[in-house]
């Protein structure tokens, strides 16, 4: 993750390493949670039977967004637009 240790014991930190190492991660994380929304809404019975609880109406956005409200949330799009978005509920998951 950055830090390289030589023959003779002596310790070099890399910062450009350790950052493009976290964002590696992040992005797989991404990647995960991506896939796991197109599952989210199937449930596995004790039965074996698959039972669909929702029509998956997840919606995953990938921004710095902020509250601006009880219920609503705003973040800029790629393209510099400002986005509200009202919900009765928002998950913020934090990585």
Sequence with gaps: LGW????????N???ATMV???QNHVKK????????FDTANMRSMRNGETVQF?????TYYNA????NG???VAFDAP???QVILTAQRIIVACG
């Design 4 to 11: 390289n240790i030589s023959e003779g014991g002596i310790a």
């Design 13 to 15: 930190f890399d910062w």
């Design 20 to 22: 493009q190492s976290v």
């Design 29 to 36: 994380l991404n990647i995960s949670y991506r896939r796991s």
């Design 54 to 58: 929702s029509d998956g109406g997840v």
């Design 64 to 67: 710095l967004a902020r509250f």
């Design 70 to 72: 009880p219920k609503s």
């Design 79 to 81: 393209n510099g637009e």
